[in-house]
């Protein structure tokens, strides 16, 4: 082997050995850096199950859900016709004022579910909400919503050519979202 050669690898290792010891010792921090994070870790909390019960607990949380729901905004029953609203308005609760376009109304889910995979198909976004009346459950079928009844009166006359169905433009309100059938 070449001197040169053997001169150079003994320095590389020299130089390797120097930076695994010395870096760590210049990186890892002062020691009081240290103690200053292992002093910062609270200690963990002391619960002892003897004292709980299941009643202080229930009483947690509905304390907890009054809190939560002290916070929230109250709802306005909103009862303004919004038929010569313009476009991308909001209501008296500060919500979207958008539309649907309902399509049918069905006593079986088997048939909403029908209409709605049928216009899903056909690349609608649509949806089912789900009721119950007097006269029993009730399932009906929309496409929407959408801030635009222009948008919506297009895809009716669409729809109506291609699957012979007349929809009706109602009002889309998101509280009604709890009734939707998922899918």
Known sequence: MDAKLKKRLTGAVILTSL?????????????????????????????????????????????MEKASEAR?????????????????????????VNWSLQLGSFQKEDNAKRLRAQLRDQNYRSYILHANTNDGE????????SSSKETLVEMNQEIEAKLKLKGRIVRYRIEDDREQLGG
Request: proline fraction near 10%; glycine fraction near 2%.
């Open 19 to 63: 930076a695994i010891i010395l870096l760590p010792l210049l990186l890892d921090g002062t020691e009081e850096d240290r103690a200053r994070i292992a002093t910062d870790i609270p200690a963990p909390p002391k619960i002892d199950l003897e004292d709980i019960t299941v009643q202080d607990v229930m009483r947690k949380i509905e304390q």
């Open 72 to 96: 929230l905004p109250k709802e306005v029953v909103d009862e303004t016709n919004y038929e010569a609203a313009p476009d991308h308005m909001l209501d008296r609760n500060q919500l979207p």
């Open 138 to 145: 009730i399932y009906r079928v929309f496409v929407g919503p």
